[in-house]
C-alpha cells in the first residue's frame, strides 16, 4: 500500500461508517492499542489478510486522529505480531495529513498449510480467531480441526470404526466389489482376502473402516445415526410459513442406508415432489417431458455431497439437508470445500480430495466418475434447461449448491436492483442490508443477482478483487 492508496481507504472508512472484514479501525492517538491478537489472527486466517488503519477515532465517526508516535506503534504492532505462531510480518505504511500522521498495517494471509494462526501463549484451540464482519470471533473446535485435518492429511474416510465387524457388512456386496478391485488390479489376486482388505481400504490395521460401512454395511446408521439425508418439501420460498391448508411440510423424509441407498432415495423425493412441464415439439410434434431441475444436475449435486462431505468424529452427528422450496432447491452438506479450493476453482481445477479412498471405491462401483466432472456438469444441465446458473456457498462448517427452477424466481426482494443504480462495494451492500456477516448478505441476497445477470461485476475477470464493485446491468 502507498500513502494515496492509504488516503483513499481513509475516506472510504469515514464516507462508510463502519469497519468490514478486511480492515480494523483503531485510534492510537494516546498510545498503542491493547488486545490487537484477535484481529490479527482473524486477518491471517482468511485468504484476503486484512488491514489496521491507526489514527480515526471510530468512537467520533471515524474522526482523524492521528497517531502518538508512528516509530513507536510500527515497533508494538510487530511485538504483537511476533507473538504468533506463525510469525506475522505486517507491511506498514505511514501517511502524514498537515501534520497529522496515520499508519496501516497490512497483515497478509498465512499460507492454509500453516492455519490457523494464533496468539502463542493461548495455544491453537483458544488463541484462533475468524473474521465475521467487522468482528473477531473464536474459531471453533471443528474450524481449528479443519485446518489440521488437511495440513496432516487425516483421512477420516478411512478410519477404524469400533464394534464393527464382517458381520455387520453385506458379505455379498463386499465379494463383488473386491472382485471388481481385482479386475481392475490383476496383481490384487495375488494376496490373501486380509491384504486385499487392507490394500482396499476395507479395513485400516484389521479394523473395518468408515468407507465400508458407507459403501457395504447392512445398516450404516446403527454406528453413525445421523449419516443420513433430511429431505424436506416447503410450500413456500421460506421455511416456516404454511400453506392455504396449515401445512408447514409437504413432505419429509430421512433417508438411510448406504450412500447408493441414500442417492437413490434423494433422487426418488426430488422426482415425487417436483413438477414435469409437458411441451409439443412444433417441428416433430413429439411430447417433451420437462423436470423443473433437470435430473442430472439434481444427481451430481447429491452425490457431491455424500462423497464430499465431512466424516470425521466432529461432524458425524450432522446429516445432509435437502430442503425443496417453492422457487429453489438447496443442497447442504457439513464440511466446507476442502483443502486450497475456492469457490472461483470449483469446477476450473483438480482439486485436493477430502475423502479419496470413498470417492475411487464409488468410481468402483460405477456411481461417479471421478473425473472432476460434477461442477461442469450441474452448470452445464441448468443452462441447457434454461435456467440460472447453480449457486454455491461455501464457509469452514459446510458447503451448499442452490439450484433455482425458474429465471423469474430470482426477485430481488431487498431492493439490490435500485441501491446498485451506482457501483457498490461488497461492505456496502452489506450494510445496506444491515446484516454483519459479509460473506451471508453476498450468499443470501446479492449471489444470485449476479448470477442471473441482474447485476453485473465491475472486474468480472477478478471477481475476487477488493476493488471489486457491483452495478445493476442496464
Do not use: W
Not at 16 to 38: F, I
Not at 274 to 281: P, S, W
Not at 335 to 342: I, K, N, Q
Amino acid at each position: 500500500m502507498v500513502e494515496n492508496e492509504l488516503r483513499e481507504l481513509i475516506k472510504q472508512i469515514q464516507l462508510r461508517g463502519c469497519e468490514s472484514q478486511t480492515t480494523e479501525v483503531k485510534s492510537a492517538n494516546g498510545g498503542c492499542p491493547e488486545k490487537l491478537y484477535d484481529t490479527i489472527s482473524s486477518f491471517s486466517n482468511q485468504n484476503s489478510g486484512g488491514v489496521f488503519v491507526f489514527g480515526l477515532n471510530e468512537k467520533e465517526d471515524f474522526k482523524k486522529v492521528g497517531v502518538y508516535n508512528a516509530q513507536d506503534l510500527q515497533k508494538r504492532v510487530m511485538e504483537y505480531c511476533e507473538q504468533m505462531t506463525p510469525v506475522v510480518r505486517p507491511i506498514f505504511t505511514v501517511y502524514d495529513e498537515g501534520g497529522m500522521v496515520f499508519v496501516a498495517a497490512e497483515i497478509p494471509p498465512v499460507d492454509i498449510t500453516d492455519r490457523p494462526c494464533f496468539k502463542t501463549a493461548k495455544g491453537r484451540l483458544h488463541g484462533s480467531y475468524i473474521r465475521v464482519g467487522d468482528a473477531d470471533k473464536p474459531m471453533t473446535e471443528y474450524e481449528v480441526y479443519s485446518y489440521e485435518a488437511f495440513r496432516k492429511k487425516y483421512q477420516d474416510d478411512v478410519r477404524g470404526i469400533e464394534r464393527a465387524s464382517f458381520a455387520t457388512l453385506d458379505q455379498t456386496k463386499l465379494d463383488a466389489y473386491i472382485a471388481l478391485k481385482v479386475k481392475e488390479r490383476p496383481h490384487l489376486a495375488l494376496t490373501s482376502p486380509t491384504q486385499q482388505y487392507e490394500l482396499t481400504g476395507i479395513t485400516r490395521d484389521g479394523q473395518i473402516t468408515m468407507t465400508a460401512i458407507l459403501l457395504f454395511g447392512i445398516y450404516p446408521q446403527a454406528f453413525f445415526p445421523q449419516l443420513s439425508i433430511i429431505a424436506t418439501c416447503v410450500p413456500n420460498e421460506k421455511m416456516g410459513i404454511v400453506d392455504n391448508a396449515g401445512n408447514r411440510f409437504l413432505d419429509s423424509k430421512r433417508f438411510e442406508g448406504t450412500l447408493p441407498d441414500m442417492l437413490d432415495g434423494a433422487l426418488t423425493f426430488v422426482r415425487t415432489n417436483t413438477r414435469v412441464a409437458t411441451k409439443i415439439d412444433p417441428l416433430t410434434g413429439n411430447r417433451i417431458d420437462q423436470p423443473q431441475y433437470p435430473m442430472d444436475a439434481v444427481r451430481e449435486a447429491i452425490l457431491n455431497a455424500l462423497v464430499h462431505r465431512d466424516y470425521s468424529i466432529h461432524t458425524e452427528g450432522m446429516p445432509i439437508q435437502l430442503i425443496l422450496y417453492s422457487d429453489r432447491m438447496e443442497i447442504v452438506n457439513p464440511g466446507g470445500l476442502y483443502g486450497r479450493l475456492t469457490l472461483d476453482q470449483l469446477g476450473n481445477v483438480q482439486p485436493d480430495t477430502r475423502n479419496p479412498v470413498l470417492v475411487t471405491a464409488m468410481e468402483t462401483l460405477g456411481e461417479t466418475e471421478n473425473r472432476y466432472s460434477g461442477i461442469p456438469t450441474i452448470r452445464h444441465s441448468m443452462k441447457e434447461s434454461g435456467l440460472p446458473d447453480p449457486l454455491f456457498f461455501n464457509s469452514r462448517e459446510a458447503f451448499s449448491v442452490t439450484l433455482y427452477n425458474r429465471k423469474d424466481d430470482v426477485v430481488d426482494e431487498k431492493g439490490l436492483l435500485r441501491f446498485c443504480s451506482i457501483p457498490r462495494s461488497r461492505e456496502e451492500i452489506a450494510k445496506y442490508l444491515n446484516i454483519p456477516s459479509v460473506q451471508y448478505a453476498l450468499h443470501r441476497y446479492l449471489d444470485p443477482l449476479v448470477q442471473s445477470g441482474l447485476i453485473q461485476m465491475t472486474l468480472p475477470d477478478t471477481p475476487r478483487s477488493k476493488n471489486q464493485r457491483f452495478i445493476t446491468a442496464k
